[in-house]
């Protein structure tokens, strides 16, 4: 059964900063990935889609990485902002069932501060 | 595009009482799915469909759960009767084929 993992739970940094989200799973067996943001109390906005051929997608100062092999990925953000403060979820779509539900990570809650 | 529609928002019933959740996808997606959120356990499938045909419903709770799609642009999740334990938010996403999923706001659902 495919598990996905997101570790640290929780994360601080000062504005300005890099950072790096991890995300891994247990069957690399995978369609694609997605990455989503959840400001609190709100739905999940999509960040990034990789499908399982590429091993990276960038969209403004938001990258998110790829090992298919090794079951996991990265989202990278550079120059944080406080207005990057949120929960970041990975989700996984399993290869055998293209277009079947996301299994998602408990999520990495980001507090950027000014 | 609106993006995906959910109605109501905000849902505050007694045990017991139905509930009916309702979603309005991004026109042209033709795979509509239903999720639960809870603080223990995350984000979990509940149904979804391919082309208004329900597909994979094993992430039904139990029989109290139910959803139908009559037709393209909408759905519905009912819930009879409701519990305590039902209490959670409730999101429709949709897409088009295999791809990138898109959420509605949710519903938060509370039952007292």
């Known amino acids: 059964k495919q598990e996905v993992t997101q570790i640290p739970a929780a994360l601080s940094v000062p504005e300005g900063e890099n950072l790096v989200l991890n995300c891994s799973f247990t069957d690399s067996a995978i369609y694609n990935l997605q990455w989503f943001r959840q400001d609190p109390g709100k739905g999940l906005t999509s960040l990034l889609l990789i499908q399982s051929s590429q091993r990276e997608q960038t969209s403004g100062r938001l990258n998110a990485s790829l090992d298919k092999s090794s079951g996991r990925s990265t989202l990278y953000i550079a120059a944080s902002q406080p207005g990057d403060s949120a929960t970041y979820l990975c989700?996984?779509?399993?290869?055998?069932?293209?277009?079947?539900?996301?299994?998602f990570g408990k999520g990495t809650t980001l507090s950027v501060s000014s | 595009d609106a993006g995906v529609i959910q109605s109501p928002r905000h849902e505050v019933t007694e045990m017991g009482q139905e509930v009916t959740l309702r979603c309005k996808p991004i026109s042209g997606h033709d795979y509509l799915f239903w999720y639960r959120q809870t603080m223990m356990r995350g984000l979990e499938l509940l149904i979804y469909f391919n082309n208004n045909v329900p597909i994979d419903d094993s992430g039904m709770p139990e029989d109290r759960f139910s959803a139908k799609m009559p037709n393209a642009s909408f759905s519905t999740l009912k819930i009879q009767p409701s519990e305590p334990r039902d209490s959670a938010v409730y999101f429709c996403?949709?897409?088009?084929?295999?791809?990138?999923?898109?959420f509605g706001p949710g519903t938060r659902l509370t039952v007292l």
């Open positions: 989700a996984v779509s399993p290869a055998n069932q293209a277009g079947t539900a996301l299994i």
């Open positions: 996403a949709s897409s088009y084929s295999a791809n990138e999923q898109f």
